[in-house]
């Protein structure tokens, strides 16, 4: 990936325009059809499969008059008055018959009807008015709402002077959370971060740029995708939020790379695709980890929080290949500007150690007492995580001086907070005789239940097939308590269908919210052991060591706690929340937890991966780290967490510090359902990036020594290679001169085995348009010898170079441009060679060239001659039988083949034909 990504990042700095140009018009394709296509966010949650869910449903169709949203407002009378005086009851009457009128209006309730009860509190003091509309919050139509505002307004002005009139209701307890100028201070303070780390304002403004260019693409395509699939208004808020912080931070990696590249006196060209083979390859693996935890979102199997990241997934994608390719681009235009203002340089003096080098000295002195402070200390953080209850977003949630939430707190005072969160028991009735007196018995049975205020209503439909019980509870909608009363309903379910005959479902919007938050807890532990279990995984295969990912995996769970135990100190016990201009301390919005153990777990992996690779790869080049004395390995070893650390520091302290600022930018002025999740972001990255990465990860590595990077050999055999350090471009880079001449194929000290050795050291050499016949007595040693020319299986050491492109890094051009033969069946191979000599390639590989007996041989001679009359064609071929070889190439245009016997290089001791893994 990293040789790719190389000539990836080499070709944008050579072409910067095209980039540019091709990245803008991707910006204008997505605004167009944002712009064309899109239909405007959707608030409406559902979670198919549940009770609830099916209880909606079920009245959709055979009691639409209660399936929709509704809107109430409620009226309170002047001191010393009551609302059933006639100067209320007339004028309220008369709004409730105009009310009526109204369009997608079902049907109004008033609070004197006879048939209705608890409209009007005990006191005579307050009445309710009630309106079910026809759909969901978001099908009512703007004209609607200002009809029905416009109304209420007017009942207002008739009222008594002294009385109160609010509206409210689920139309309107969900906010549309948009962008504010307070968001703008993120930026700016990110603005400053870049420029004190690349010491240049214009070179500090290209990421901005960038990122900023990544999320319009992605919020463009999040608002066109409307067209297809359900969006929250959440959705691009959260896309906006990670699409800044990651694009500014990828960009950030890549630069920060090549500056100091260029610093060094490195040809900028050259420094580019150096930076995007090596810090870009890192910035891959970190987005590809952010993405595989967002899309684990739909662990939970709920639709809106599985659109929701998908949708964040699009712009961290977005944000991954604007950096390898724009941030290389906007290097092309720069130049050789890129090195900014430089460092002043203390000349007779000694050089003064950097904060860095001082604050990894401090940690590595004493690891035990360091790692035991950062553990205890998270530890006392994540105690009001304890206190976390979760809860959908209601009105009451909105700022103080929204009108739906005022009405919310006026009816919980006049009325009690169930009122604000009544629950519709329902079910079937078409075989009752008697459906009025079957629906108030169990009317009757229900109010019975501990934590029921009130039944209502309880009445059958026009039709008098399916009846509902209106319940009003005792605790407010997102109270546990509420909870906890609709799993007791639903624990009657079986006793009322004996008694009854009703297959009763408990629904409406607030039982909703609980079976979301419900089935949101239920998923937190799969997808927590999905999420550390991927982090052990790919953390193994990068870092070839066992210790790694499980101090990472243990880092990250700190975090998580950590960064729970904030969101709980502040909005449930109420720490800073009006300095946070926190609407009300209470539950948090139900999908926080999961959203934030997704995110956070990807960009806690970014800090990792840029950190401890750097760490590796000091140790990895330090020769005493393959000294026989342990002594020597371990000062290795804490040399390489020193030294790693202080190279790397600087970059990730800047990331931190900007995916904060662009987090915590959200807090103050962010919709209530953005805040925690906000927050607790904010104070993830913030614990994670400087206590846990920068502090108790050199400490535990410290203590770990150079058991760190140890790895059974078992294990090392069966991972795959990924080269995230970008190891194969600085191979390439060291090799750019070898082997000095013309050959198409070139290899030196090749070593190859499939489980066990088989060959040790091979060195060969084939010019264009030659011949070379590989001979030897056992055959598996010639195949992989072949395998390995065409790229099809991977040298575990030496040197080797097909075509001009250095292997294994180049392999994947190798098997493109390189025909690979293997004489099997010799009818398939002739195929296989006619398929391999199509084109243009230079370059045939034949295993088993002296199979071909008979016609198929004049077939093969036929077509390699055709082949070589076209143009300079090399053959690299293999035989048990080199006379006949020789004797098929000669007749073909290679009379003077080169021999060469790879049994003087080989190691295998029996002659049986083992199945190598063959890359396609």
């Given amino acids: 990936m990293s040789t790719l990504l190389s000539s990836l990042g080499r070709w944008s700095f050579r072409h910067p325009w095209r980039v540019l140009v091709a990245w803008l018009i991707i910006l204008a394709a997505a605004g167009g059809g944002a712009a064309v296509l899109q239909q405007g966010t959707d608030n409406s949650f559902s979670i198919p499969g549940t009770e609830s869910q099916e209880g909606l449903e079920q009245l959709s169709r055979s009691f639409p008059e209660v399936s929709g949203t509704n809107a109430q407002f409620i009226v309170v009378a002047a001191d010393g008055e009551q609302v059933t005086d006639d100067a209320y009851r007339e004028p309220i009457e008369d709004a409730v018959d105009e009310l009526g009128d109204i369009d997608d209006v079902l049907a109004t309730t008033s609070p004197y009807d006879e048939m209705v009860e608890g409209m009007v509190n005990e006191d005579a003091t307050a009445a309710i008015v009630q309106l079910q509309f026809d759909g969901e919050a978001t099908d009512i139509s703007d004209e609607t709402k200002d009809s029905l505002t416009a109304m209420v307004d007017d009942l207002r002005g008739e009222l008594p002077a002294g009385s109160e009139l609010k509206l409210g209701g689920d139309l309107f307890a969900i906010s549309i959370p948009g962008v504010t100028l307070t968001e703008a201070v993120g930026l700016v303070i990110a603005l400053i971060v870049l420029v004190v780390t690349f010491r240049s304002f214009v070179v500090a403004g290209l990421p901005l740029l960038t990122a900023v260019l990544g999320v319009g693409i992605s919020m463009a395509g999040i608002f066109a995708a409307t067209a297809f699939a359900s969006v929250s208004s959440t959705t691009p808020l959260l896309a906006l939020m990670l699409g800044l912080a990651v694009g500014i931070d990828y960009a950030l990696f890549i630069m920060a790379r090549h500056q100091d590249q260029v610093r060094d006196g490195v040809d900028p060209e050259e420094s580019a695709a150096r930076a995007v083979g090596t810090a870009g390859s890192a910035v ?79 940690v590595t002195k004493h690891p035990v007492i360091t790692s035991l402070s950062v553990i205890v200390g998270l530890g006392v953080v994540a105690i009001p995580a ?75 439909n026009e039709t008098a097939d399916t009846g509902i019980v209106q319940v009003v ?73 066992l210790w790694v990912p499980i101090t990472a995996a243990l880092g ?86 020193r030294s790693g650390f202080t190279g790397s520091a600087k970059v990730v302290t800047a990331a931190g510090l900007i995916m904060f600022a662009v987090f915590v930018a959200f807090v103050p002025e962010g919709d209530s359902s953005l805040k925690p999740i906000a927050l607790g972001l904010a104070a993830g990255i913030a614990i994670d990036a400087f206590l846990v990465r920068m502090t108790l990860i050199p400490a535990l590595m410290a203590i770990l020594g150079e058991r760190a990077w140890q790895l059974p050999k078992w294990l090392e055999r069966i991972l795959p290679s990924v080269d995230i350090e970008g190891e194969a471009v600085e191979r390439e880079r060291h090799l750019a001169a070898w082997p000095g001449d013309d050959s198409i194929v070139a290899a030196d000290g090749l070593v190859l085995s499939a489980d066990a050795p088989i060959v040790e050291s091979l060195s060969l050499r084939l ?75 230079a370059l045939v590989v034949i295993d088993g060239i002296d199979r071909f007996t008979g016609g198929q041989r004049d077939q093969a001679t036929a077509m390699l001659q055709r082949a070589a009359a076209s143009r300079p064609l090399a053959v690299f071929a293999t035989a048990s039988d ?14 003077a083949a080169d021999i060469i016997d790879v049994d003087q290089a080989s190691t295998a001791e029996d002659s049986t034909l083992d199945d190598f893994e063959v890359n396609a």
């Fill in 556 to 641: 990250y769970l700190l975090s998580i706690v950590a960064a729970f135990g904030v969101v709980g100190a502040v909005f449930e016990w109420g720490w800073f929340a009006d300095l946070l201009h926190v609407a009300k301390v209470g539950p948090i919005i139900s999908f926080m937890p999961i959203i934030l153990m997704g995110v956070l777990f990807g960009l806690a992996m970014d800090y990792q991966v840029f950190l401890v690779s750097r760490m590796r790869e000091d140790f990895v080049h330090d020769p005493d780290s393959k000294s026989p004395s342990r002594a020597d390995r371990r000062a290795a070893a804490l040399r390489a967490v």
């Fill in 386 to 460: 304890l206190s976390l209850n979760l809860a959908l977003p209601n009105a009451g949630v909105l700022p103080q001086d929204s009108e739906a939430r005022q009405s919310y707190d006026l009816t919980a005072e006049e009325f009690g907070p169930g009122f604000n969160g009544p629950l519709v028991l329902t079910g079937t009735i078409v075989t009752s005789t008697d459906p009025l007196v079957l629906m108030e018995d169990l009317g009757d049975a229900v109010a019975e239940i501990d934590g029921v205020k009130e039944v209502a209503l309880a009445t059958p």
């Fill in 284 to 362: 891959v693996f970190a987005g590809i980890t952010v993405l595989i935890a967002l899309i684990g979102l739909s662990f939970a199997g709920i639709p809106f929080l599985t659109t929701m990241g998908i949708a964040a997934s699009v712009a961290v994608a977005v944000a991954v290949a604007i950096a390898v390719t724009l941030t290389p681009a906007v290097l092309g235009f720069l130049k050789g500007r890129i090195v900014g203002r430089p460092k002043k340089v203390r000349t007779g003096k000694t050089p003064k150690r950097g904060f860095s080098d001082r604050w990894v000295g401090g």
């Fill in 882 to 895: 080199q006379g006949l070889a020789r004797t098929i190439l000669a007749e073909a245009a290679w009379p």
């Fill in 473 to 545: 509870p005792e605790t407010a909608p997102d109270d546990p308590a509420t909870s906890d009363l609709v799993r007791e309903l639903r624990l009657h379910h079986d006793e009322w269908l004996d008694e009854f005959g009703i297959d009763v479902k408990v629904t409406g919007f607030t039982a909703v919210a609980i079976d979301i938050s419900d089935q949101l807890g239920n998923a937190l532990l799969p997808f927590g052991i999905f999420v550390i279990g991927l982090s052990l995984i790919l953390l193994t295969i990068v870092f070839r060591s």
């Fill in 767 to 841: 010019s264009p348009g030659d011949a070379l016949i590989a001979t030897g007595s056992e055959r598996r040693v010639r195949r992989a010898v072949a395998l390995a020319i065409a790229g099809r299986l991977v040298p575990d050491a030496g040197k080797l170079r097909v075509g001009g492109h250095l292997l294994p890094g180049r392999a994947a051009w190798v098997r493109r441009h390189v025909g690979s033969v293997l004489v099997d069946d010799t009818d398939a191979a002739l195929l296989d060679l006619r398929e391999a000599l199509r084109g243009t390639s």
